[in-house]
C-alpha cells in the first residue's frame, strides 16, 4: 500500500497540523477542526481497492432494500431539487441513477470502480463516466442543475478541490445535495467509543486497540469495507461549502440504512428520534450528516 502525508489541511489550507492519535494515523487542522488520516493511502491505492471483483457483491445481494433507500433520498431531495439535469458523484453500481430517471431531464454519473461501471451499464443500461471527479470525461461545455454525492466525500484526497469543482459544473443557483458519516461525534458512535475505551481500559483483549476517536486505522489488506480519508462534522462540512461559494440551504440527517423487517422498523424509529433531538437540542447526534448548499 503507498503512502502520502498531508502538510496541510484541505478544508482551509492551514497548516496548524496536530496529531490526535499517532498510532491510527489522525490528525486534526487546529484552525477549523476538520480529521484526516495522513499517512493514508494514495488514490490510485484506493481505486484498486474499489476495483475488487467482490467489492458490491452486498449492494447486488441486497438490491431491494438499497432500492428503498434510494427512493427516500429522493424524497428528500426533492424538496430542494431544481429542474433539469442531475450528476451523481462516485454512483456505485447505478440503481440511484436508475430510478432518479423519471425525476431529471437527463442523468449522469462518475465512478472509480471498474466493475461498478461494468454492473451499471449491464444492469440499468447507464454509461458511467470513469475516474474520480477531476478527470471523469463529462460532456464539454455542459452545466448541470443538480450534483448528488453520497457517502462519497470521505473517500477523496482533497474535498475542497472536489466541492470547487463541483461549484464550477453547476449553472447558476443549482443544487449540491452531500451526505457524508457523521464520524467524530454522532449517538451511537459516541456511546460505542466509550464503552470500548472503556473496555480497553479493563483490559478485554479484544478492544486494546481502540483509539482515542474510536474510528479504526485504514488497512487495504484486512476486512476493511470502506476507507474514509476525512471526518466530517456538520460544522466543518458547512464550512467547506461556504467557504467554496455555496449558501447553505438545508443541513440535517441522512436516512443512510439498509434494512429490512424488524431492522428496517428499527432504525427508522432511531432516525426519527434524532430527527426530533436535532430539532430540540439543534445538534446531530445521527450516524450521517445530510448537507444542500446552492451555488451562489
Known sequence: MSLEHLSSCNICSSTNIASVDETRH?????DCGYIFDSPRPTQESICAFYSRPMQYDDW?????????????????????????????????IGQFLDLARGYYSEVYGTEVS????EI????YGLEIAA?????AKLPADVLFDNISM???LEHVPNPKQIIERCHSLLCSEGILTIAVPNDVLSGKRLVKKRIKRLLARCGVAKYKDVGPLGLPAIDLDGEMDEVHLSHFTPKVLRRLLEDSGFE??????DPYFVASGFQSLRSTVYYRLMKFL???????????????GRKK
Open 26 to 30: 489522525f490528525s486534526q487542522c487546529s
Open 60 to 92: 447486488l445481494s441486497r438490491e431491494r432494500e438499497r432500492e428503498v433507500l434510494w427512493k427516500r433520498r429522493i424524497r428528500k431531495m426533492r424538496r430542494h431539487r431544481r429542474q433539469g439535469s442531475l450528476l451523481d458523484i462516485g454512483t456505485g
Open 114 to 117: 471498474e466493475r461498478a461501471i
Open 120 to 123: 451499471a451499464r449491464e444492469k
Open 131 to 135: 475516474g474520480d471527479l477531476m478527470e
Open 150 to 152: 453520497f457517502h462519497v
Open 248 to 253: 447553505i440551504v438545508d443541513c440535517n440527517l
Open 278 to 292: 436535532r430539532v430540540l437540542l439543534r445538534r446531530n447526534f445521527y450516524e450521517a450528516i445530510w448537507v444542500v
